[in-house]
T-cell receptor, first 112, second 111 residues
Framework: QKEVEQDPGPLSVPEGAIVSLNCTYS??????FMWYRQYSRKGPELLMY????GNKEDGRFTAQVDKSSKYISLFIRDSQPSDSATYLCARGYGGATNKLIFGTGTLLAVQP | NAGVTQTPKFRVLKTGQSMTLLCAQDMNHEYMYWYRQDPGMGLRLIHY???????AKGEVPDGYNVSRLKKQNFLLGLESAAPSQTSVYFC??????????FGPGTRLTVL
């Protein structure tokens, strides 16, 4: 079993839809969680960061963490064609190395 | 600030050739990382460094070497390239545990 599982998609939605992207993880030692967005042929960029259970909101984006179920989600409200990208979830151990474990990414296409 | 830059952007090698990928960051970050990204595999950590003069193995280190002689630079070397090393390589840097900043990537093809 991979440490981080993510549905690869692709996921296609119409403009304005609410998008739900999900990841599960197996190691309860993970301390913090991130969502990265990667446009085609670009490097990943950080979208959201959280280290606790519950919700964290930033504009149209909400990150949700459920540590008891080892489940994290990213919700995108009022999706736009510019949101079309691959979304990567990541978990971090913290400590001296600051290493992250990434999911395989979900490809999202928002149709105008 | 340029952030994280990578050189070259593209490269084609023949099997057995060697090359070095350069990563540079101007954010005074202590931590630097090299990843490879392959379809269906996500980002996998090759090597990383927690400070100038230090390096450590990641998840997939075989066939690669690294050096961190200066704080701002992290070099990834392929001594004898193999077709299995065809991939997109990303460098990242971070100051602490909250964010890794990624470069634009290097697309490497080994024939």
């Amino acid at each position: 079993q991979k440490e981080v599982e993510q549905d690869p998609g692709p996921l296609s939605v119409p403009e304005g839809a609410i998008v739900s992207l999900n990841c599960t993880y197996s190691n309860s030692a993970f301390q913090y969680f991130m969502w990265y967005r990667q446009y085609s042929r670009k490097g990943p960029e950080l979208l959201m960061y959280t280290y606790s259970s519950g919700n964290k909101e930033d504009g149209r984006f909400t990150a949700q963490v459920d540590k008891s179920s080892k489940y994290i989600s990213l919700f995108i409200r009022d999706s736009q064609p510019s949101d079309s990208a691959t979304y990567l979830c990541a978990r971090g151990y913290g400590g001296a190395t600051n290493k992250l474990i990434f999911g395989t990414g979900t490809l999202l296409a928002v149709q105008p | 600030n340029a952030g994280v830059t990578q050189t070259p952007k593209f490269r084609v090698l023949k099997t057995g050739q060697s090359m070095t990928l350069l990563c540079a960051q101007d954010m005074n970050h202590e931590y630097m990382y090299w990843y490879r990204q392959d379809p269906g595999m996500g980002l996998r950590l090759i090597h990383y460094s927690v400070g100038e003069g230090t390096t450590a193995k990641g998840e997939v280190p075989d066939g690669y070497n690294v050096s961190r002689l200066k704080k701002q630079n992290f070099l990834l070397g392929l001594e004898s390239a193999a077709p299995s090393q065809t991939s997109v390589y990303f460098c990242a840097s971070s100051y602490s545990s909250d964010t890794q900043y990624f470069g634009p990537g290097t697309r490497l093809t080994v024939l």
